[in-house]
């Protein structure tokens, strides 16, 4: 009954379009990238802001530098005519404090699990956690002369507050394993200052 009509005949495109050619590069202009700005160390060379290295050699490298220049100002000063008395003084709070808390801090480190890093980088920390206070106690003196007995006390309370905050900062440590460490470094440091005055006893 019903006819079907024939197909439309579909158009025949007797060439496909061509595609738009890329319009040519200029010589003479150039493509910039963008890049972000890198943090620079005041005094260091240009590079990216490494956390442990500021925290384990540039912090302590510039707190043990101007700790010992501040001590070795005050030394002279109280023996202004002998040096080598200066010279040993200066020595035994650098070495002889690093050494004390190096022992205080390893055996902290060895009954808690506290991880230190490198022993030299420890001892390099401990050396400016040990004069850096002592420095600005020296700073302060002028000014707690003042006031006979509360001054003196204030030298002490500043002295501690910087102690614990950079021990525990250097060595990332929570408050309560800043304690421990805080805590056996001060006995250790009795018992040899026990064990001083019992050898001139006897001596």
């Not at 020296?138 to 003042?146: K, V």
Request: charged letters at 10%.
């Amino acid at each position: 009954m019903y006819d079907l009509a024939p197909e439309a005949a579909k158009p025949q495109h007797p060439h496909p379009p061509a595609a738009a050619e890329p319009a040519p590069a200029n010589p003479r202009v150039r493509t910039l990238s963008y890049q972000t700005p890198r943090k620079v160390i005041p005094g260091a060379a240009a590079g990216p802001v490494d956390t442990n290295t500021l925290k384990n050699q540039y912090i302590p490298l510039w707190l043990l530098g101007g700790g010992t220049a501040v001590e070795l100002i005050a030394a002279f000063l109280l023996h202004p005519h002998d040096l080598p008395m200066a010279m040993m003084s200066i020595s035994v709070e650098v070495i002889g404090g690093t050494i004390l808390m190096l022992i205080g801090v390893l055996v902290a480190a060895k009954i808690r699990g506290i991880p230190i890093g490198s022993f030299w980088s420890a001892v390099l920390r401990l050396a400016a956690i040990s004069v850096a206070p002592a420095a600005v106690g020296d700073l302060l003196m002028p000014i707690t002369r003042i006031i006979p007995f509360i001054g003196v006390l204030l030298q002490w309370g500043v002295q501690f507050v910087l102690y614990f905050a950079l021990l525990g900062v250097l060595f990332d440590l929570d408050q309560s394993d800043t304690w421990y460490c805080v805590i056996v470094i001060f006995i250790i440091n009795l018992s040899v200052y026990a064990l001083l005055v019992w050898l001139a006893w006897h001596h």
